[in-house]
């Protein structure tokens, strides 16, 4: 079992939640809690076999909210010490005496347990900031240089992100809570040109981010690198001199590389509640699936069963607490094709009358606020039947198999979409026969998850995510996984993007 690494721990981190919360007890607060953030990033990207950078970076500091007379107050201070800590929570009650005047909807915070003395990790084998620069390089270089010795790659770009994030956060309630979390993002692309047309292609791994340590990226351990390194410059090759695709409706198999993107934009996002209220809009829009249509609003098919899950083992945004100091929980979004559910934080969840939040508030460190943020949000296999990708493709007798995620396109709504992705095949009778180019898949998000026909089975369930999920102003970032198994979509529309493109 991992912990905490001692250097946080010895912060002095029980005096540090005293000085902020006797501020705020002395001012009568209905609500206060402080937290001590620090977030340790590295990234290194290799190109071509070479070293381009490596960054190393750490951001550390004491945030302390105060909820007075319905008005939130946040200041934040670089130094976890007591003095900073108790000058942030003067600063915080500073600014909720000043906005209360012009705060015309009062908070309500919905109620929690406390946990004294809790602490959580997340499970990982090898922590990557244990394992030296070199070697990290070396592995990067390594995969760089299996690629670029294939026929038909010209040049290949290599990066890994990793991020190490601790926290402890303490409230009036009696909560005091120490957690530790390890991700890591392994990612090789290979460009192969053709000098004589003008042009190139270009293919990246599958490998998801990961709430996982190095043991992801150094060995075939978790993911079989040797196996898709090997395999992708031929695949690279069959794609830059494969025919144009056919634009029309078609018939999808979609894989969990591609799909993991399309419940994110189109569910995960779209049940957040603060953009279903439409408090969140600025940055990314709103949803359609708003409060009043909870219980009604056909999503999609009644194979569709949609969990959000913030214990999913290795999920990004799987925790011990939230940044409101409640337990991690999963509840279902989407039951047998019918919305059911809402993302909550603890102030939300009061606004919308449930009781208890489900554990959704986080912040990307000590100098921003927390903010309701994505779960896990996971697509459920059939429980029943475990169909395989193949058993899927065997029941389409013309269409196309996607893999891999590329670009994608949501509206303010969450509701109008295209995806693209790394790899599309053509299905005939049943059987894959070929790549195909340009092609993209657009929909609308209910007649999307409307069209779905069938799941795959456990067997093809798969978690992926990403690493930097943009919300709120000013920005911040979360890490969110999405597990999905395989799926078959009958006549999703597919565009042609070359001859969109007017070329």
Same mark, same amino acid.
């Given at each position: 079992?991992?912990?905490?690494?001692?250097?946080?721990?010895?912060?002095?981190?029980?005096?540090?939640?005293?000085?902020?919360?006797?501020?705020?007890?002395?001012?009568?607060?209905? =609500?206060? *809690?402080?937290?001590?953030?620090?977030?340790?990033?590295?990234?290194?990207?290799?190109?071509?076999?070479?070293?381009?950078?490596?960054?190393?970076?750490?951001?550390?500091?004491?945030?302390?909210?105060?909820?007075?007379?319905?008005?939130?107050?946040?200041? %934040?201070?670089?130094?976890?010490?007591?003095?900073?800590?108790?000058?942030?929570?003067?600063?915080?009650?500073?600014?909720?005496?000043?906005?209360?005047?012009?705060?015309?909807?009062?908070?309500?915070?919905?109620?929690?347990?406390?946990?004294?003395?809790?602490?959580?990790?997340?499970?990982?084998?090898?922590?990557?900031?244990?394992? %030296?620069?070199?070697?990290?390089?070396?592995?990067?270089?390594?995969?760089?240089?299996?690629?670029?010795?294939?026929?038909?790659?010209?040049?290949?770009?290599?990066?890994?992100?990793?991020?190490?994030?601790?926290?402890?956060?303490?409230?009036?309630?009696?909560?005091?809570?120490?957690?530790?979390?390890?991700?890591?993002?392994?990612?090789?692309?290979?460009?192969?040109? *053709?000098?004589?047309?003008?042009?190139?292609?270009?293919?990246?791994?599958?490998?998801?981010?990961?709430?996982?340590?190095?043991?992801?990226?150094?060995?075939?351990?978790?993911?079989?690198?040797?196996?898709?390194?090997?395999? !992708?410059?031929?695949?690279?090759?069959?794609?830059?001199?494969?025919?144009?695709?056919?634009?029309?409706?078609?018939?999808?198999?979609?894989?969990?590389?591609?799909?993991?993107?399309?419940?994110?934009?189109?569910?995960?996002?779209?049940?957040?509640?603060?953009?279903?209220? /439409?408090?969140?809009?600025?940055?990314?829009?709103?949803?359609?699936?708003?409060?009043?249509?909870?219980?009604?609003?056909?999503?999609?098919?009644?194979?569709?069963?949609?969990?959000?899950?913030?214990?999913?083992? =290795?999920?990004?945004?799987?925790?011990?607490? *939230?940044?409101?100091?409640?337990?991690?929980?999963?509840?279902?979004?989407?039951?047998?094709?019918? !919305?059911?559910?809402?993302?909550?934080?603890?102030?939300?969840?009061?606004?919308?009358?449930?009781?208890?939040?489900?554990?959704?508030?986080?912040?990307?460190?000590?100098?921003?606020?927390?903010?309701?943020?994505?779960?896990?949000?996971?697509?459920?296999?059939?429980?029943?039947?475990?169909? %395989?990708?193949?058993?899927?493709?065997?029941?389409?007798?013309?269409?196309?198999?996607?893999?891999?995620?590329?670009?994608?396109?949501?509206?303010?709504?969450?509701?109008?979409?295209?995806?693209?992705?790394?790899?599309?095949?053509?299905?005939?009778?049943?059987?894959?026969?070929?790549?195909?180019?340009?092609?993209?898949?657009?929909? %609308?998000?209910?007649?999307?998850?409307?069209?779905?026909?069938?799941?795959?089975?456990?067997?093809?369930?798969?978690?992926?995510?990403?690493?930097?999920?943009?919300?709120?102003?000013?920005?911040?970032?979360?890490?969110?996984?999405? /597990?999905?198994?395989?799926?078959?979509?009958?006549?999703?529309?597919?565009?042609?993007?070359?001859?969109?493109?007017?070329?």
């Amino acid at each position: 079992m991992n912990v905490v690494d001692p250097d946080f721990l010895a912060l002095p981190l029980p005096r540090i939640a005293d000085a902020a919360l006797s501020v705020a007890r002395a001012v009568g607060a209905q =609500h206060a *809690d402080v937290r001590v953030h620090r977030v340790r990033t590295e990234s290194l990207t290799v190109r071509d076999g070479a070293v381009q950078s490596v960054v190393d970076a750490s951001d550390l500091g004491v945030a302390v909210r105060v909820l007075l007379d319905g008005t939130w107050g946040f200041a %934040s201070h670089p130094d976890p010490d007591p003095d900073g800590a108790a000058h942030a929570a003067t600063r915080a009650v500073a600014v909720a005496r000043a906005l209360r005047p012009i705060n015309r909807d009062p908070v309500e915070w919905a109620p929690e347990p406390v946990y004294p003395e809790a602490t959580w990790c997340s499970d990982y084998r090898v922590d990557p900031f244990t394992v %030296s620069t070199e070697e990290k390089v070396a592995v990067l270089t390594d995969y760089s240089r299996r690629l670029l010795d294939a026929d038909g790659v010209h040049h290949v770009a290599a990066r890994c992100d990793l991020v190490k994030e601790q926290s402890f956060y303490a409230d009036l309630a009696g909560s005091s809570i120490t957690q530790q979390r390890v991700r890591v993002h392994p990612q090789l692309e290979a460009t192969t040109v *053709d000098r004589r047309a003008g042009t190139f292609e270009s293919m990246r791994t599958l490998a998801a981010p990961t709430g996982r340590g190095w043991e992801y990226v150094a060995s075939d351990a978790v993911w079989d690198w040797s196996g898709e390194l090997a395999a !992708l410059p031929q695949l690279l090759v069959e794609k830059a001199h494969a025919p144009t695709v056919t634009a029309g409706p078609t018939d999808l198999v979609i894989d969990p590389t591609n799909l993991w993107l399309t419940i994110h934009e189109s569910v995960g996002h779209a049940t957040e509640y603060d953009r279903a209220i /439409g408090y969140e809009a600025a940055y990314a829009g709103t949803s359609f699936a708003t409060p009043d249509r909870l219980g009604s609003l056909r999503y999609g098919s009644a194979a569709m069963q949609v969990r959000a899950d913030r214990t999913e083992p =290795h999920g990004l945004a799987t925790v011990g607490f *939230d940044d409101d100091g409640v337990a991690a929980q999963s509840w279902d979004l989407v039951r047998d094709g019918l !919305l059911v559910g809402f993302q909550l934080d603890r102030a939300f969840a009061a606004k919308a009358g449930v009781g208890r939040s489900n554990g959704c508030a986080y912040a990307d460190s000590a100098h921003h606020v927390p903010l309701q943020r994505m779960a896990n949000v996971s697509l459920q296999p059939d429980p029943q039947v475990d169909r %395989s990708t193949a058993d899927l493709i065997g029941g389409v007798e013309d269409g196309l198999y996607v893999v891999g995620d590329r670009s994608w396109s949501i509206d303010m709504q969450r509701y109008n979409f295209q995806f693209t992705g790394q790899r599309f095949y053509r299905i005939r009778g049943g059987r894959l026969a070929g790549q195909v180019r340009d092609a993209a898949y657009q929909s %609308s998000t209910t007649d999307f998850w409307g069209a779905l026909e069938a799941v795959g089975g456990r067997s093809t369930w798969q978690l992926g995510g990403a690493m930097n999920c943009g919300k709120a102003q000013p920005g911040q970032i979360a890490p969110v996984g999405h /597990g999905c198994p395989s799926v078959l979509l009958r006549q999703i529309n597919v565009l042609n993007t070359r001859q969109e493109g007017g070329r």
